[in-house]
């Protein structure tokens, strides 16, 4: 009995301890998820774009000690970028961007994973400069004696960084040379073919470099005419001048002219006259000292002493329509070949040619007219004269009596008149107006519109036969504002059911400025 129990009591020691070592089986094979960690870049931390950084993950750990997976991507652009899928690596990014989410994603064996992230900026990548050579320009040409202004102050740098510029400089055929460290210098140089090279360079190195050739010589003098006049008549004087003619390298200049009837001048600002009429191009060559010379020309036209026309309005510069004005040329003048003809124009659309100095003429209607005398001597020559005249309508009345017989329900009696520039007033006078019938009446509207349609004056009465009304309406134009053309005045009658004769009697009148 007691050996039982033993073999009880070890078979129970047995299932414990075997009890035991199953429950240390089951907690050696539970997996632990990875800690991802994110050494480089750090948090905040800026890169640039287009420049390679490192990323680090090394410090990301498994407490199972598994081999883990990586997986960097970016968030923030877009659509997310896979950056590399190693535990560090060294990356760049195109783009710019803030507050971009860069994540780094461990997996284990058993799938567990963890992620860690960090906030970065992504600054624009640096951006080389440009050289830009202002002066010397490239091809150009320059006067030896004279300093050239090297200028690369156009030149840029799209980050606005600080630049340094150097200038090297070589003539055809031979070395070059830093000529200056400066953003703008000036050399005085000899004559010859040149080369000159501006490089720029910002901070990071980025640079960039821009050439031109140019040429030194001995230029040609500068030949310039100017005058007091460009026309004038045989026997007048022209001052000419050389005074802006100019040597580039500010040598000294001898000149020569020629007035085109070959006579010359060696003076620099020579006075002349000609002698006959016509076009004549007068040259100035001037000359360095070096032998080197240029001629100018200019064209001076010499016109003969023509005629010189003048006349008069016998009737002063102000007259009536329809008066006859004798225009009087007598006075024009022939200062050569005596005058041979007379020209007229009234300014109208009517002319007259005559060989008499004077003419008669009148016109019909108001207004200003231009009048020109044009005379012509026997050389051809001619001469004119325009004067301005002022044709003023006379003064219109029409006054009369007016009768009608008004036996329907209404008649109408209208009145046009011709209203024309410089008016001064119009009165419209209605006088006795009346009927003749056996108890009958008489009603009236007498209205006034302008050539425009616009009604600017109305009356209205009403009359018993044997009795008599009046109206008078003065339209004065002190503000200038009334149309021209042809007003209308108009009467018109009613009778009061019975047939009647209406009278009246009627007075226009416009009055004209003069």
């Given at each position: 009995m007691?050996?039982?129990?033993?073999?009880?009591i070890?078979?129970a020691?047995v299932?414990?301890c075997?009890s035991?070592?199953?429950?240390?089986n089951?907690?050696?094979d539970k997996?632990?998820a990875?800690?991802?960690?994110?050494?480089?870049?750090?948090q905040?931390?800026?890169?640039?774009?287009?420049k390679p950084?490192t990323?680090?993950?090394?410090?990301?750990?498994d407490a199972?000690?598994?081999?883990?997976q990586?997986?960097?991507?970016?968030?923030g652009l877009?659509?997310?970028?896979?950056?590399?899928?190693k535990?560090?690596?060294t990356?760049?990014?195109?783009?710019?961007?803030?507050?971009?989410?860069?994540?780094?994603?461990?997996?284990?064996?058993?799938?567990?994973?963890?992620?860690d992230?960090?906030?970065i900026?992504?600054?624009?990548?640096?951006?080389?400069?440009t050289?830009?050579?202002?002066?010397?320009t490239?091809?150009?040409?320059y006067s030896?004696g004279n300093e050239i202004?090297?200028s690369?102050?156009?030149?840029s740098?799209?980050d606005?960084?600080?630049?340094?510029?150097?200038?090297?400089?070589?003539?055809?055929?031979?070395?070059?040379?830093?000529?200056?460290?400066q953003s703008?210098f000036?050399l005085d140089?000899s004559?010859g073919?040149?080369?000159?090279s501006?490089t720029?360079?910002?901070p990071?190195?980025?640079?960039?470099?821009a050439t031109?050739s140019?040429?030194?010589?001995?230029?040609?003098?500068?030949?310039k005419?100017?005058?007091d006049?460009?026309s004038?008549?045989v026997?007048?004087n022209?001052?000419l001048?050389?005074?802006d003619?100019y040597?580039p390298e500010g040598?000294?200049?001898?000149f020569?002219w020629n007035f085109?009837?070959?006579?010359?001048?060696?003076?620099?600002?020579?006075?002349?006259?000609?002698?006959?009429?016509?076009?004549?191009t007068v040259?100035?060559?001037?000359?360095?000292g070096e032998?080197?010379e240029t001629?100018s020309?200019k064209d001076?036209e010499v016109?003969?002493?023509?005629p010189?026309a003048?006349?008069?309005?016998s009737s002063?510069?102000?007259?009536r329509?329809?008066?006859?004005?004798?225009?009087?040329?007598s006075d024009?003048?022939?200062?050569?070949?005596p005058?041979?003809?007379?020209?007229?124009?009234?300014g109208?659309?009517?002319e007259?040619t005559t060989?008499e100095?004077?003419?008669?003429y009148?016109w019909?209607?108001?207004?200003y007219?231009?009048?020109?005398?044009?005379?012509?001597?026997?050389d051809?020559?001619?001469?004119?004269?325009?004067k301005?005249?002022?044709?003023?309508p006379?003064d219109y009345?029409?006054e009369?009596?007016g009768?009608?017989?008004v036996?329907?329900?209404?008649?109408?009696?209208?009145y046009n008149?011709p209203?024309?520039?410089?008016?001064?007033?119009?009165?419209?006078?209605?006088?006795?107006?009346?009927?003749?019938g056996?108890g009958?009446a008489?009603s009236?509207?007498?209205t006034l519109q302008?050539?425009?349609?616009?009604?600017i004056?109305?009356?209205?009465?009403?009359v018993?036969?044997?009795?008599?009304?009046?109206?008078?309406?003065?339209i004065s134009?002190?503000?200038n504002?009334?149309v021209l053309?042809?007003y209308?005045v108009a009467?018109?009658?009613?009778?009061g059911?019975?047939?009647?004769?209406?009278?009246?009697n009627y007075?226009?009148?416009?009055?004209y400025?003069f």
């Amino acid at each position: 009995m007691k050996k039982i129990q033993n073999i009880c009591i070890a078979l129970a020691i047995v299932a414990i301890c075997f009890s035991g070592c199953l429950g240390e089986n089951e907690d050696s094979d539970k997996n632990t998820a990875p800690e991802a960690l994110i050494m480089m870049p750090r948090q905040a931390d800026i890169v640039e774009a287009g420049k390679p950084f490192t990323i680090d993950g090394s410090a990301s750990k498994d407490a199972d000690g598994d081999e883990l997976q990586y997986k960097w991507t970016l968030s923030g652009l877009g659509s997310p970028i896979d950056l590399s899928n190693k535990v560090s690596d060294t990356v760049i990014i195109d783009n710019a961007g803030k507050d971009l989410v860069l994540t780094l994603l461990v997996q284990d064996p058993g799938g567990l994973t963890s992620q860690d992230i960090v906030v970065i900026t992504v600054e624009p990548g640096n951006r080389p400069p440009t050289a830009i050579i202002t002066t010397p320009t490239n091809g150009g040409a320059y006067s030896e004696g004279n300093e050239i202004v090297f200028s690369g102050l156009a030149s840029s740098d799209p980050d606005n960084d600080f630049l340094t510029y150097t200038w090297d400089l070589s003539e055809a055929g031979g070395p070059s040379y830093t000529a200056s460290k400066q953003s703008k210098f000036s050399l005085d140089l000899s004559e010859g073919q040149y080369s000159i090279s501006l490089t720029v360079e910002d901070p990071d190195g980025e640079s960039s470099t821009a050439t031109h050739s140019f040429t030194v010589t001995n230029l040609p003098p500068v030949s310039k005419i100017t005058s007091d006049v460009n026309s004038l008549f045989v026997g007048e004087n022209i001052q000419l001048s050389g005074e802006d003619s100019y040597d580039p390298e500010g040598g000294a200049l001898d000149f020569l002219w020629n007035f085109g009837d070959n006579k010359t001048s060696s003076l620099k600002s020579p006075e002349y006259s000609w002698n006959s009429p016509g076009t004549f191009t007068v040259s100035l060559t001037v000359e360095d000292g070096e032998g080197q010379e240029t001629t100018s020309t200019k064209d001076i036209e010499v016109k003969s002493l023509g005629p010189v026309a003048s006349f008069t309005f016998s009737s002063g510069e102000k007259i009536r329509t329809d008066d006859n004005v004798t225009l009087d040329a007598s006075d024009s003048s022939a200062l050569g070949a005596p005058i041979k003809e007379y020209k007229w124009n009234f300014g109208n659309g009517d002319e007259l040619t005559t060989n008499e100095s004077s003419a008669e003429y009148s016109w019909n209607l108001g207004g200003y007219y231009n009048v020109t005398l044009t005379v012509i001597d026997d050389d051809g020559e001619t001469g004119e004269v325009t004067k301005m005249l002022q044709v003023v309508p006379e003064d219109y009345v029409d006054e009369g009596q007016g009768n009608e017989l008004v036996d329907g329900n209404e008649d109408t009696v209208s009145y046009n008149l011709p209203v024309q520039i410089f008016v001064s007033s119009l009165q419209i006078e209605f006088t006795d107006i009346g009927c003749v019938g056996l108890g009958g009446a008489l009603s009236y509207v007498i209205t006034l519109q302008d050539s425009d349609g616009n009604q600017i004056a109305e009356e209205n009465g009403n009359v018993a036969c044997g009795e008599s009304a009046s109206w008078n309406e003065i339209i004065s134009n002190d503000d200038n504002s009334m149309v021209l053309g042809d007003y209308q005045v108009a009467i018109e009658l009613t009778n009061g059911g019975t047939p009647v004769q209406a009278n009246w009697n009627y007075r226009f009148e416009i009055i004209y400025n003069f």
